[in-house]
């Protein structure tokens, strides 16, 4: 089945330096979302990306999805504080006739942790 | 507009005992899952369901059954609870229409199981 894998597992910085956490799909897929968790919360989406080659940005946030689109990454510009928690990458499957379109599967996480 | 909602916040149970797991949205999502959270290994895809009356197994469903009998409701039963069940439950909805299927989650169920 489809696998998602993402590194690192965790990641600590100093306040203000840059982090990247990457996704890598066994399949191909037909669109990636990207969510992030606060310690002791639940999941909230961020972003999703269809087109290959696409980059999209969130103020510090800038997410990019592989021409093959089996690869993305988010990369976080001058972390704050505020961005502490686990980030999650999760990937959709390419259209299958008769089979199940809806399932996501996601990377185990990245933990990111900023020291003020 | 509640969002999705999710009940009870905590249950502790011993080995044995059943238990249901409830999940509600108001947002007329036809796409409903159930995901449980472990330390290290991310979120795991229990069952799913694209609409009243029609369930599926995802990655880990051994010892869960679900139902949909409504747009709104999906409710996660453990049959007969065992330590290896202690986790933290999410439940999801998305309208799961096009290609866009961003995920709503609710606020969680920790369970532990003794």
């Known amino acids: 089945g489809q696998q998602v894998m993402q590194i690192p597992q965790y990641q600590h910085v100093q306040e203000g330096e840059d982090f990247t956490t990457y996704c890598n799909s066994s399949t191909t897929l037909s669109n990636i979302q990207w969510y992030k968790q606060r310690p002791g919360g639940h999941p909230v989406f961020l972003i999703q990306?269809?087109?290959?080659?696409e980059v999209k940005k969130q103020k510090r946030l800038t997410f990019q999805f592989g021409e093959a689109k089996k690869n993305s990454s988010l990369h976080i510009t001058a972390t704050q504080t505020t961005d502490v928690g686990t980030y999650f990458c999760?990937?959709?499957?390419?259209?299958?006739?008769?089979?199940?379109?809806?399932?996501?599967?996601f990377g185990k996480g990245t933990l990111l942790t900023v020291n003020p | 507009n509640a969002g999705v909602t999710q009940t009870p916040k905590f249950q502790v149970l011993k080995t044995g005992q059943s238990m249901t797991l409830q999940c509600a949205q108001d947002?007329?999502?036809?796409?409903m899952s159930w995901y449980r959270q472990d330390p290290g290994m991310g979120l795991r895809l229990i069952h799913y369901s694209v609409g009243a009356g029609i369930t599926d197994q995802g990655e880990v469903p051994n010892g869960y059954n679900v139902s949909r009998s409504t747009t709104e409701d999906f409710p996660l039963r453990l049959l007969s609870a065992a330590p290896s069940q202690t986790s933290v439950y999410f439940c999801?909805?998305?309208?799961?229409?096009?290609?866009?299927?961003?995920?709503?989650f609710g606020p969680g169920t920790r369970l532990t199981v003794l």
């Open positions: 990306l269809v087109k290959s080659g």
């Open positions: 999760a990937g959709k499957g390419r259209f299958v006739s008769g089979g199940s379109n809806y399932k996501l599967t």
């Open positions: 999801a909805s998305s309208t799961g229409r096009g290609s866009y299927n961003e995920q709503f």
């Open positions: 947002m007329n999502h036809e796409y």
